[in-house]
């Protein structure tokens, strides 16, 4: 009797096509925007502040609060950056409360620590360590077209 052969792998699902005038294959894109990243890590704050005219901060508390962030709760930043959110909800949970940033960028996880950040783990949306964690929110801002597999991402 012939075996049943696995179904096969979908492709993956990008949130965009490969931009091949900057990079061929995954492994070179992640390479490249991981180089990115690290090397603008340092004035991403400041250009993002310029390019808000001031009102980031505020927005991103409005917005914290709105997706009903309080005190004592848990949040995962996938794609911190800089820690941009992961300061305000910091703010918002307070002492009893706990933020994650979750970032591939050493660099900007570098940064996100001189922000105040005080949990920092490096890793990829797409493959996030924590199987027996629980939390109450999750945020993820542009860090999203920057996944890989959009299907592997939200499995």
Known sequence: MDAIP????????????????YYSDEAERRRQVGAWF?????????????????????????????????PGMKLLDVGSGTGIVSVQAQKI????????????????????GRRGVRRRVRALAEAIPFPDERFHL??????????????????
Do not use: C, K
């Open 38 to 70: 690290d090397e603008a890590a340092p004035d991403y704050n400041w250009i993002n502040h310029v390019l808000s005219f001031g009102s980031g901060n505020r927005y991103r508390r409005e917005a914290l609060l709105r997706a009903g962030l309080a």
């Open 138 to 155: 999750l945020s993820m801002g542009y860090a999203l077209r920057h996944v890989a597999d959009l299907r592997t991402t939200f499995l």
């Open 6 to 21: 696995p179904p096969a792998e979908p492709d993956p699902l990008r949130p965009h096509p490969l931009l091949e005038r």
């Open 93 to 112: 949970v307070g002492a009893t409360g706990q933020v994650v940033a979750l970032d591939p960028s050493t660099g900007m996880l570098r940064e996100a």
